[in-house]
């Protein structure tokens, strides 16, 4: 929300939708932002994945069911 409010990143017209757009910099804001989070997702998703084949291997050594 904060891009949004900054004209350096953001220009809004109350004009419409179609007069509003991302500057350049907003573009770029916006790519390093959604990549950053992209890259932390799959990080988290990996994580999980390693824990619950952790888990699975616990589980299988003790005896018991998944």
């Known amino acids: 929300m904060e891009i949004m409010k900054d004209r ?3 220009y809004y017209s ?17 790519i390093e932002f959604i990549n950053l989070v ?18 699975m291997v616990l589980k299988s050594l003790k005896g018991e069911s998944t």
């Open 14 to 30: 109350e004009v419409g939708p179609d007069y509003c757009h991302l500057t350049e910099e907003g573009e770029r804001a916006i």
């Open 38 to 55: 992209s890259y932390k997702m799959l990080e988290a998703d990996n994580e999980e994945l390693n824990q619950r084949a952790k888990e």
């Open 8 to 10: 350096q990143y953001f």
